[in-house]
């Protein structure tokens, strides 16, 4: 996560804090390059030239260049500035869960990670919350995603709704509902139907399970390695459905990260959690403050 970033951010900071005295300009020239690598780790160009900005008004000038160590400074800045820019939730490792039972609705499209970040959640609820956890799939296009959740909940050891052929999903969303009640659970997921592109049938079925479910939280999944255009997801998602969070997933293999880094800024809506790996404990809360220290190395 974030290693190609982090490789070129380190070349920059290496020469400037080597360096004694900085004038503006060498503040400057370095920062050009900071645009540059933020530029080539797809962060959207919008938020790339705000954060230079806004690092250059901090970091030129007296008090920082006249400092005794003027490039740890501008490193302090920038790290600060990342902080800021990847706002996360205030706590965005914990879920919404109270009045049991508690509806998380996850959405998505198809392949972004969705049924495995589902049953990542509820295995993290039951272990490190202790809580009674029910999953059901709503995907009646693909009964083989169906059949995949099924499979996961034993694997971790969570309760799914039973499959019934022939129910929609908002069907579906109010069995579940019932039988959380009923069987004393304290959350469950609902884990809507994706599809390769956002079409109006998908938005269609997701906001008429949000309405029927009434969700605490609604996480929106994608994947990490499409960059700006999981940005753009995002955006349509929230603007149609509403989300409450983000989830990036595929964050093991993005050298880059620049969804990470653009997802806040563009779409208003905080990262709760990072996929990092296909099994089942792969998965970490977003916290800016270190993966600002893990980017600036
Ligand atoms: P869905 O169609 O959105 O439900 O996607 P799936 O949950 O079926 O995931 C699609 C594939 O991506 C599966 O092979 C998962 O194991 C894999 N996957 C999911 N999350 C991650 C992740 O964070 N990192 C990696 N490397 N693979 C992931």
């Known amino acids: 996560m974030f290693e190609n970033l982090s490789e070129r951010l380190s070349g920059v900071f290496d020469r400037l804090t080597k360096q004694g005295a900085l004038s503006d300009e060498d503040v400057k020239t370095a ?11 797809d962060v959207s160009l919008p938020v790339a030239r705000d954060f230079v900005k806004k690092v250059q008004e901090q ?6 260049t006249k400092s ?5 400074q501008v490193v302090k800045i920038v790290h600060d500035a990342l902080v800021d820019v990847l706002r996360g939730a205030d706590d965005p490792g914990n879920l919404k869960i109270d009045n049991p039972p ?13 049924t495995t970040t589902t049953a990542k959640l ?7 919350d202790g809580k009674r956890v029910l999953m059901a799939s709503l995907d009646t296009n693909r009964p083989a995603a169906m059949e995949q959740l099924a499979i996961l909940g034993v694997q971790i ?26 069987g004393g659970y304290d959350v469950y997921m609902l884990d809507t139907a994706g599809r390769l ?4 049938e998908l938005i269609q079925q997701a906001a008429d399970v949000r309405d029927v479910a009434n969700p605490r939280e609604t996480l929106l999944v994608v994947d990490g390695l499409t960059g700006q255009d999981a ?67």
Do not use: W, Y
Not at 31 to 41: G, I, N, P, Y
Not at 159 to 175: S, W, Y
Not at 197 to 200: K, S
């Open 31 to 41: 920062l050009r390059e900071v645009r540059v690598a933020l530029l080539e780790a």
């Open 59 to 64: 970091a030129t000038g007296q008090a920082v």
């Open 68 to 72: 005794v160590t003027p490039g740890q």
């Open 102 to 114: 508690a509806p998380i609705l996850m959405v998505g499209l198809q392949g972004s990670g969705k």
């Open 122 to 128: 509820a295995k993290r609820l039951k272990e490190k």
């Open 157 to 182: 050891g969570v309760d799914t709704l039973p499959i019934v052929k022939g129910e929609n999903p908002v069907q579906i969303a109010k069995r579940a509902k019932t039988q959380a009640s009923l």
């Open 197 to 200: 592109h956002i079409d109006a």
């Open 231 to 297: 940005v753009n997801v995002a955006t349509e998602f929230d603007d149609k459905i509403g989300v409450t969070g983000v989830v990036l997933t595929r964050m093991d293999g993005d050298g880059r990260g620049g969804a990470a880094l653009s997802m806040r800024a563009v779409t208003g809506k905080p990262i709760r959690f990072v996929g990092l790996g296909e099994k089942m404990d792969a998965i970490e809360t977003f916290e800016p403050d270190r993966i600002a220290g893990r980017i600036l190395g």
